[in-house]
């Protein structure tokens, strides 16, 4: 249990519970349902997939991690501009970072402990 809100720990249970759950159900691992989404129509002028597609969640990074991401943001639109894409929506990178992380646990949880200052063997 936290300092902060005694009911932290019960979340974290039920998001593990509903993850169980979740895996249970689909029969595939997070890996492969990550690295089978369903694809867009390929049109550069449509979002890769429908609002209602997508499942809303709060994070809570720090502020100059926000601040970095926004500043990414602008360079990842340049490589989009690239192929024609010049209104990618909100949603498509929220899905694009979690997917990336979700492909690279090992890296996430390298950023985490660093973070913490613990020391990577």
């Not at 895996?23 to 690295?35: C, K, L």
């Amino acid at each position: 249990m936290t300092d902060e809100n005694p009911l932290d720990d019960l979340s974290e249970q039920l998001e593990e519970t509903e993850g169980e759950a979740t895996r249970e159900r689909s029969g595939r691992t997070a890996e492969e349902r990550i690295d089978d989404p369903s694809p867009g129509d390929g049109d550069p002028t449509e979002p890769a997939f429908p609002f209602s597609a997508s499942k809303q969640g709060p994070i809570y990074p720090r502020e100059e991690t926000w601040e970095a991401y926004d500043d990414a943001i602008y360079e990842i639109k340049g490589v989009l501009r690239e192929y024609d894409i010049r209104d990618p929506a909100g949603r498509e990178f929220d899905d694009a970072v979690l997917r990336y992380a979700a492909r690279n646990p090992e890296g996430v949880a390298e950023i985490i402990l660093e973070a913490r200052g613990i020391e990577l063997d």
